[in-house]
């Protein structure tokens, strides 16, 4: 009988797997970004909840990340999953938060593939559009305890900043948790 590990993807495989970056726009992209996001809500609200206090209503966050057509899909957003060989292995968002400003939201890639260069180059092409769409900058937040989330963001270009009043979590946060959750998050920005 074979050992179970020997079925697995091993490093050297994942490494050597093409990684492409696809539009959602169509059933098996969206079903695939709505895995993707859920997974990744439930993981950061398990976390935030046990290192903050704070929660998050993770089925009406997916309902508007998918549903809602301006927040992330063209013209004014970008909307991407992540496939390496056969499987979708990442998501992540362009928002647009002013006329020359934009926001990444949802960046995830699944923790079997971290490494593999899947964040990467997701987020260079989320600013990549957004210089093409005539952004001037972007901006994210992200939960302190997503250290190696924030090397990512430094190493192409990304700074702290004071936050700002449209963040993401505005709109699923009471009033009385904001300072909260504003006091656990890291805020960012690139300008071009």
């Given at each position: 009988?074979?050992?179970?590990?020997?079925?697995?993807?091993?490093?050297?495989?994942?490494?050597?797997?093409?990684?492409?970056i696809?539009?959602?726009d169509d059933?098996?992209?969206?079903?695939a970004?709505?895995l993707?996001?859920?997974?990744?809500?439930?993981?950061l609200?398990g976390?935030?909840?046990s290192?903050?206090?704070?929660?998050?209503?993770?089925e009406?966050?997916v309902a508007?990340?998918?549903?809602e057509?301006?927040?992330?899909?063209p013209?004014?957003?970008?909307f991407?999953?992540?496939?390496q060989?056969?499987?979708?292995?990442?998501?992540?968002c362009?928002?647009?938060?002013?006329?020359?400003?934009?926001?990444?939201?949802?960046?995830?890639v699944?923790?079997?593939?971290?490494?593999?260069?899947a964040?990467?180059?997701l987020?260079?092409?989320?600013l990549?559009?957004?210089?093409?769409m005539?952004?001037?900058?972007?901006r994210l937040e992200?939960?302190?305890?997503?250290?190696?989330?924030h090397?990512?963001?430094?190493s192409?270009?990304?700074?702290?900043?004071?936050p700002?009043?449209?963040?993401s979590?505005?709109?699923?946060?009471?009033?009385?948790?904001?300072?909260?959750y504003?006091?656990?998050?890291?805020?960012?920005e690139?300008?071009?």
């Open positions: 009988m074979m050992p179970l590990a020997s079925t697995l993807p091993n490093d050297d495989m994942l490494m050597n797997t093409p990684i492409e696809l539009p959602v059933d098996a992209t969206r079903d970004a709505g993707l996001i859920t997974e990744y809500l439930q993981w609200g976390l935030a909840t290192n903050y206090g704070l929660s998050f209503d993770i009406a966050m508007s990340d998918l549903d057509r301006s927040k992330f899909y013209p004014e957003g970008r991407y999953v992540v496939r060989g056969p499987d979708y292995v990442g998501v992540g362009l928002k647009r938060l002013t006329p020359t400003i934009a926001e990444v939201q949802r960046m995830y699944k923790p079997h593939v971290r490494g593999a260069g964040g990467r180059r987020v260079e092409r989320l990549a559009d957004a210089r093409a005539g952004y001037e900058g972007v992200s939960l302190k305890f997503l250290a190696a989330a090397a990512l963001y430094r192409v270009g990304f700074v702290e900043i004071t700002y009043a449209d963040n979590m505005k709109d699923y946060q009471s009033e009385e948790k904001l300072d909260t504003r006091s656990s998050a890291v805020f960012m690139l300008r071009f």
